[in-house]
């Protein structure tokens, strides 16, 4: 009768590793990617691309979130970008920037890595924090050694930029330092 409750358990630890392990494998882990973050619209409040938030009708704050391997430059030109977008939909033919803001924050990312090809079928271990709104719990993802492929985690930096920029429809130039949306938007960005 023990061996029976004994084999009972088994089986169920068996399942409850098997479902959680299929649960892993579904995608759970959160971290970001470290790689430069591409011109893209923010998932969610704490996503990594642009949002934008409406001040009055005329003034629009444009915020980038991007890893600190996105170049200066192309997060600036991502910001322009998405205020030319807006500007357009709204009739604008003008954007002035009045201020810009630039925070730097730590946080904790990872990227894929070429590792050694192992001879064995062993599994390794990412581990990482999953946090819902019941709390947070350490899950893990398994991936096979010999696919060439590890996962490291590294601490980087998030770049926080945001302008504000005021938009016009004058006919002529209202501002120096005012940017032609239809200009802006004829430059695509990568």
Not at 123 to 137: A, H, K, P
């Amino acid at each position: 009768m023990d061996m029976t409750f004994f084999q009972l358990r088994l089986r169920r630890g068996i399942f409850a590793l098997t479902a959680a392990s299929s649960f892993v494998l579904m995608g759970c882990v959160n971290l970001p990617d470290s790689t430069a973050t591409p011109f893209q619209s923010a998932s969610t409040h704490e996503g990594y691309g642009y949002s934008s938030v409406q001040l009055s009708d005329t003034e629009y704050r444009i915020m980038f979130r991007a890893t600190e391997s996105t170049d200066a430059s192309k997060v600036q030109e991502y910001t322009l970008f998405r205020a030319a977008q807006i500007a357009q939909q709204q009739k604008y033919s003008w954007v002035t920037i009045v201020k810009t803001d630039v925070e730097r924050k730590a946080a904790l990312g990872k990227h894929t890595v070429e590792a050694e090809k192992s001879k064995n079928n062993a599994l390794s271990v990412f581990q990482n924090e999953q946090c819902s709104m019941s709390g947070c719990t350490e899950i893990a993802q398994p991936f096979p050694t010999n696919s060439g492929m590890t996962i490291e985690t590294e601490v980087m930096k998030d770049v926080y930029y945001s302008i504000l920029v005021r938009m016009s429809d004058a006919t002529s130039r209202p501002d120096a330092k005012a940017f032609d949306v239809s200009t802006v938007l004829s430059h695509p960005v990568e």
